[in-house]
């Protein structure tokens, strides 16, 4: 009698930590999950507020192990022979002061089968943009960093959702995208941010991004892509805190086939979260424009 | 895209300057004030329930911002003033479509320019479709002289800011001002300047009002919700906006202190005393009557109020990319420049 009342609450309990347990659980990362979005007033799909990335995909797509510096150099040879320790690549001076702070942390791939397919030329164009970050990077001058980058840089963004378009609102260099869910032409001229042309398919906001002007990257890796560049985003609601972030990159100039990758983003939902301001333009000011004429504090004069 | 350009109250002065060298005077339209009047017209509603503000929205009016000497003593203007003026809009826009050169609002002359090529500013500005008048002879309604109330130290700044405009000298990135530096031209003008990017596109959702600003992509994401000032100081401040009946009424405090940094116009600039209150308030199917009370003793004697009436564009107009800082060919531009001619200088 007692062992079965024991059995009993031990059953109870189990099923206690496994409900608790299942209640904890992540929720259903596929698009195929039983998850359905809440919906606006106007019925569609709600996906406002603020979402953020949480990975390393803004350093380096593809896998990639922790380095000690985003820009690197050759360690220089050490004499004495074969048998004396040699270092590996170093940071660059430019960099170097950040110690810790400044290294790059591993992370697994983004892409969906792994790497990138570029062509051959590519891939050399490619490695010498990582070789030459520090010169060629554009987030590094603050400019407008393209799509799908912006999604995923450490910089979180708001969806608000009009009636015939969506904003979305990213806090890095203040960029705001229009996605038109109503029929548009084509930009009068190439853009950083490209022309976004939404539908939804389901519960799934589907855009189609094209008119990009080629100057923009897709991390701080090196990897790129031409005016040919056309993206297909996919925002599915997995959870009432998660998003299924998916981007498919068709560039025939850059790569030998589309190629799509995907993580999750995270809603930030603490009381009263706001898109604040990063007005990077004013932070690279003296690194674009300072030797044509840093003023020296102490004499008001321009030091060359 | 090159960043020196005429500001907003540059071109309402040299409008009036044209106005006044014509031999007219300026009127206004009573389509403004007369909004009230209007009772067939009710405010749309969002789907839940707001009024509805929607749409790409600019100033084009002919009104100064300051109330010109001429017109001292008087807050508004006659019918024959107004039919007048009107007159001359219509025929201004007439000549700037036909091409006539010293013809357009908010062109300069080259002989008038302190800038040698300043016509390289004109071409690429949009000074939209004929300005419409209203009755209201300055923007500014309070103080009720029509001027903007400086402190003397602020006065002082603004008439070295105007006489040093396209002059210099340029001996660093911090002497161009805010906008040809790409940072802004403050969020005290933004609703209404700009001859080249002064569209504004407001889009709401649910607690939300969010207003894209061309010029310099500047954004105010403001929400409705009830919830009280953040504690960040901001450029733009810390927004927060809420319903008085049809009203939008947007408080915003916390101000970044910029005044250190060199301003087209005084007036706009943002220091940490800085209280701005605007009301946005739609009066007709293209108007709104948006007022905008600036209260910052670090410029000004007193707060001052202005009343902008602005205008709904058509449907399908659309705002586009403003890549400023991409493409700012002349900061450095102009930098290396005064470095060549100051290597001359001493040589």
Redesign the interface.
Same mark, same amino acid.
């Given at each position: 009698m007692r062992t079965r009342l024991w059995t009993s609450v031990a059953l109870v309990a189990a099923v206690a930590v496994v409900a608790l347990l299942w209640r904890q659980a992540p929720p259903a990362t596929d698009e195929t999950g039983a998850f359905r979005a809440p919906r606006?007033?106007?019925g569609r799909p709600d996906l /406002?507020g603020i979402w953020q990335a949480l990975n390393t995909a803004h350093y380096d797509l593809e896998a990639h192990p922790a380095r000690p510096a985003l820009a690197l150099i050759p360690a220089p040879p050490r004499g004495g022979g074969v048998h004396r320790a040699t270092p590996v690549d170093l940071p660059a001076p430019g960099v170097r002061a950040l110690g810790a702070a400044g290294g790059v942390p591993a992370g697994e791939s983004v892409v969906v089968d792994g790497e990138i397919p570029y062509q051959p030329a590519a891939l050399t164009q490619r490695q010498e943009n990582a070789a030459r970050w520090l010169e060629r990077d554009p987030e590094i001058r603050? #400019?407008?960093p393209g799509v799908p980058r912006i999604t995923y840089m450490p910089y979180p963004f708001?969806i *608000?959702?009009?009636?015939d @378009?969506i =904003?979305i609102?990213y806090e890095f260099a203040? $960029?705001?995208r229009?996605i038109h869910m109503t029929e548009?032409d084509d /930009?009068?001229a190439p853009?950083?941010?490209g022309l976004s042309r939404g539908r939804w398919d389901g519960d799934t906001l589907v855009v189609d991004v094209s008119d990009f002007n080629g100057?923009t990257w897709f991390d701080r890796a090196g990897n790129f892509h031409s005016d040919a560049l056309r993206v297909t985003e996919r925002y599915t609601p997995v959870s009432p805190y998660h998003l299924m972030y998916q981007a498919t990159i068709d560039d025939p100039k850059v790569f030998t086939r589309p190629w799509t990758i995907r993580m999750p983003l995270y809603r930030r939902f603490e009381s009263?979260k706001?898109? *604040? @301001?990063y007005?990077c $333009? @004013?932070f690279v @000011?003296?690194l674009? #424009?300072?030797e =044509?004429? *840093?003023?020296d504090p102490s004499t008001?004069?321009?030091t060359? | 895209m090159n960043h020196h350009r005429l500001t907003a109250g540059r071109v309402l002065t040299l409008a009036l300057a044209a106005a006044l060298a014509a031999g007219c005077t300026f009127a206004s339209n009573p389509r403004a004030e007369g909004a009230a009047g209007e009772s067939a017209w009710t405010a749309p509603r969002t789907a839940w329930g707001d009024p509805d503000l929607q749409g790409v929205w600019r100033y084009e009016g002919a009104v100064p911002l300051e109330r010109p000497k001429q017109f001292a003593g008087r807050e508004s203007l006659t019918d024959e003033e107004l039919a007048e003026r009107d007159r001359l809009e219509k025929e201004m826009a007439a000549n700037r479509l036909a091409g006539l050169e010293g013809t357009a609002v908010g062109r300069r002359s080259i002989a008038e320019s302190p800038i040698r090529g300043n016509e390289y500013n004109s071409f690429w500005q949009d000074h939209g479709r004929p300005r419409r008048v209203f009755r209201q002879t300055s923007l500014v309604v309070d103080p009720r002289d029509g001027l903007l109330p400086y402190t003397p130290e602020a006065r002082a700044a603004e008439t070295r800011a105007q006489a040093r405009y396209g002059v210099g000298p340029y001996e660093s990135y911090l002497d161009p001002d805010t906008g040809e530096r790409c940072l802004t031209d403050g969020v005290t003008a933004l609703m209404w300047q700009g001859p080249n990017g002064g569209h504004n596109k407001i889009v709401q959702s649910p607690g939300y009002v969010t207003v894209l600003h061309e010029e310099y992509r500047d954004r105010r994401i403001i929400p409705t919700d009830g919830r009280p000032h953040g504690t960040v100081r901001q450029w733009f401040g810390d927004a927060v906006g809420r319903w008085e009946g049809d009203t939008l009424v947007v408080e915003t405090t916390n101000f970044q202190d910029r005044t250190n940094y060199e301003w087209a116009n005084i007036w706009t600039r943002a220091s940490e005393t800085l209280t701005l209150v605007e009301r946005f308030t739609r009066v007709s199917d293209d108007t709104i009557d948006y007022r905008i009370t600036v209260d910052d003793p670090a410029t000004f004697a007193q707060p001052w109020t202005a009343q902008i009436p602005i205008t709904r564009l058509p449907d399908g107009t659309r705002i586009y990319e403003y890549a400023c800082h991409e493409g700012n060919y002349a900061l450095p531009n102009l930098l290396s420049g005064a470095r060549a001619q100051a290597r001359t200088s001493s040589n």
């Amino acid at each position: 009698m007692r062992t079965r009342l024991w059995t009993s609450v031990a059953l109870v309990a189990a099923v206690a930590v496994v409900a608790l347990l299942w209640r904890q659980a992540p929720p259903a990362t596929d698009e195929t999950g039983a998850f359905r979005a809440p919906r606006t007033s106007d019925g569609r799909p709600d996906l /406002n507020g603020i979402w953020q990335a949480l990975n390393t995909a803004h350093y380096d797509l593809e896998a990639h192990p922790a380095r000690p510096a985003l820009a690197l150099i050759p360690a220089p040879p050490r004499g004495g022979g074969v048998h004396r320790a040699t270092p590996v690549d170093l940071p660059a001076p430019g960099v170097r002061a950040l110690g810790a702070a400044g290294g790059v942390p591993a992370g697994e791939s983004v892409v969906v089968d792994g790497e990138i397919p570029y062509q051959p030329a590519a891939l050399t164009q490619r490695q010498e943009n990582a070789a030459r970050w520090l010169e060629r990077d554009p987030e590094i001058r603050c #400019y407008m960093p393209g799509v799908p980058r912006i999604t995923y840089m450490p910089y979180p963004f708001q969806i *608000l959702q009009g009636a015939d @378009e969506i =904003l979305i609102a990213y806090e890095f260099a203040g $960029t705001t995208r229009t996605i038109h869910m109503t029929e548009v032409d084509d /930009n009068p001229a190439p853009t950083w941010m490209g022309l976004s042309r939404g539908r939804w398919d389901g519960d799934t906001l589907v855009v189609d991004v094209s008119d990009f002007n080629g100057q923009t990257w897709f991390d701080r890796a090196g990897n790129f892509h031409s005016d040919a560049l056309r993206v297909t985003e996919r925002y599915t609601p997995v959870s009432p805190y998660h998003l299924m972030y998916q981007a498919t990159i068709d560039d025939p100039k850059v790569f030998t086939r589309p190629w799509t990758i995907r993580m999750p983003l995270y809603r930030r939902f603490e009381s009263g979260k706001k898109i *604040l @301001e990063y007005k990077c $333009t @004013e932070f690279v @000011e003296q690194l674009m #424009y300072g030797e =044509l004429g *840093l003023v020296d504090p102490s004499t008001g004069k321009p030091t060359r | 895209m090159n960043h020196h350009r005429l500001t907003a109250g540059r071109v309402l002065t040299l409008a009036l300057a044209a106005a006044l060298a014509a031999g007219c005077t300026f009127a206004s339209n009573p389509r403004a004030e007369g909004a009230a009047g209007e009772s067939a017209w009710t405010a749309p509603r969002t789907a839940w329930g707001d009024p509805d503000l929607q749409g790409v929205w600019r100033y084009e009016g002919a009104v100064p911002l300051e109330r010109p000497k001429q017109f001292a003593g008087r807050e508004s203007l006659t019918d024959e003033e107004l039919a007048e003026r009107d007159r001359l809009e219509k025929e201004m826009a007439a000549n700037r479509l036909a091409g006539l050169e010293g013809t357009a609002v908010g062109r300069r002359s080259i002989a008038e320019s302190p800038i040698r090529g300043n016509e390289y500013n004109s071409f690429w500005q949009d000074h939209g479709r004929p300005r419409r008048v209203f009755r209201q002879t300055s923007l500014v309604v309070d103080p009720r002289d029509g001027l903007l109330p400086y402190t003397p130290e602020a006065r002082a700044a603004e008439t070295r800011a105007q006489a040093r405009y396209g002059v210099g000298p340029y001996e660093s990135y911090l002497d161009p001002d805010t906008g040809e530096r790409c940072l802004t031209d403050g969020v005290t003008a933004l609703m209404w300047q700009g001859p080249n990017g002064g569209h504004n596109k407001i889009v709401q959702s649910p607690g939300y009002v969010t207003v894209l600003h061309e010029e310099y992509r500047d954004r105010r994401i403001i929400p409705t919700d009830g919830r009280p000032h953040g504690t960040v100081r901001q450029w733009f401040g810390d927004a927060v906006g809420r319903w008085e009946g049809d009203t939008l009424v947007v408080e915003t405090t916390n101000f970044q202190d910029r005044t250190n940094y060199e301003w087209a116009n005084i007036w706009t600039r943002a220091s940490e005393t800085l209280t701005l209150v605007e009301r946005f308030t739609r009066v007709s199917d293209d108007t709104i009557d948006y007022r905008i009370t600036v209260d910052d003793p670090a410029t000004f004697a007193q707060p001052w109020t202005a009343q902008i009436p602005i205008t709904r564009l058509p449907d399908g107009t659309r705002i586009y990319e403003y890549a400023c800082h991409e493409g700012n060919y002349a900061l450095p531009n102009l930098l290396s420049g005064a470095r060549a001619q100051a290597r001359t200088s001493s040589n």
